[in-house]
């Protein structure tokens, strides 16, 4: 297909020997507690695409870190390696969270004189008086919806070495910014960023979110597929919500469930998969790896960047 021309399309089946672990680098009960709510991932899956993945990012790091020290030598100077940057999208209830944390679990089991960080850009969201102030509630998630400019700050920050970078931080459980509370950032050598729009282009500005990514990961499916996972992670929320009246799901839980599922299928229609199609996907090709999810979120294909 003209839109994967850039890439060599691999099947599962060869992708998985490339690479052969001698062992796995984490337990059945580890890899259950990384994986998202309403999330499917196998200890095969792990063996089968991850690790191989993983050994594909250590060449890129090995490059990555002889560039640095060819441009000291360049310079004169001694140049400190920057951090290696690990950008990874795609949209929402496609498991991009769980690829994050699991490749954060194996990155630093598998290389541990690395010290392997990890952000999402949800910290980056305008708190939610603010996206009301605006009149943009109901584009959350959309572009305009983040504070890039802060996240690039931020982003240069981290490149440069800074120490105890703070960013706010976000609660799925009020879905809002927490006010006063944020989490720190420090001196990565390699930091996973994660979100819908870590690879879009906002409007006016010069320099863009994936300018400082090394590595970068789309996490792929069938938007039909990813409506499904949403709707039935929107129905395990619900069932879990009515526990806490503090919980921005309770309201729902509490109601008739019905009137929530067809609510949860208005705003994915609306507003998560119009953002899909308008602002992700068009990005997916900027991607060095995309990862083809199918049913029960196996991943059937894996998609390299050739050049």
């Not at 001698?22 to 009960?29: A, G, I, N, V």
């Not at 990555?64 to 929402?92: M, T, W």
């Not at 970078?165 to 006063?180: A, F, M, N, R, T």
């Not at 039935?232 to 599922?261: C, H, I, V, W």
Request: proline share 5%; aromatic share 12%; net charge negative.
């Amino acid at each position: 297909m003209e839109e994967y021309m850039n890439f060599y399309q691999i099947p599962r089946s060869e992708w998985q020997g490339f690479y052969l672990p001698k062992h796995t680098p984490l337990t059945q009960e580890e890899l259950d507690s990384i994986k998202s709510l309403n999330d499917r991932i196998s200890m095969q899956d792990v063996e089968d695409i991850y690790i191989p993945m993983c050994h594909m990012i250590h060449l890129h790091m090995k490059e990555y870190e002889s560039l640095s020290l060819s441009k000291g030598l360049f310079l004169h100077r001694y140049i400190k390696v920057p951090p290696f940057i690990i950008g990874i999208a795609g949209s929402v209830a496609v498991g991009k969270s769980t690829t994050a944390r699991l490749l954060q679990t194996l990155l630093s089991r598998l290389f541990p004189k690395q010290d392997v960080q990890l952000i999402t850009t949800d910290g980056f969201l305008y708190p939610n008086r603010v996206l009301e102030e605006r009149g943009i509630m109901d584009r959350k998630g959309f572009p305009e919806s983040y504070d890039m400019e802060r996240l690039i700050k931020f982003l240069n920050s981290v490149k440069s070495h800074e120490k105890d970078l703070k960013i706010p931080l976000y609660s799925h459980k009020s879905y809002d910014i927490v006010e006063g509370e944020y989490e720190t950032i420090s001196q990565p050598d390699i930091l996973i960023v994660e979100g819908i729009n870590v690879f879009q282009l906002p409007a006016n500005q010069q320099i863009y979110v994936s300018d400082f990514f090394d590595f970068s990961i789309y996490v792929d499916a069938d938007p039909a597929l990813i409506e499904r996972w949403y709707l039935e992670r929107f129905e395990s929320l619900l069932d879990t919500a009515f526990q806490d009246p503090s919980n921005y799901y309770y309201e729902y839980a509490m109601g008739d469930r019905k009137e929530a599922l067809d609510m949860a299928k208005s705003v994915w229609k609306n507003v998560n998969l119009k953002n899909l199609k308008e602002y992700i996907l068009p990005t997916r090709s900027r991607a060095d790896i995309i990862l083809h999810k199918t049913d029960y979120h196996k991943i059937d294909q894996i998609l390299l960047r050739k050049f």
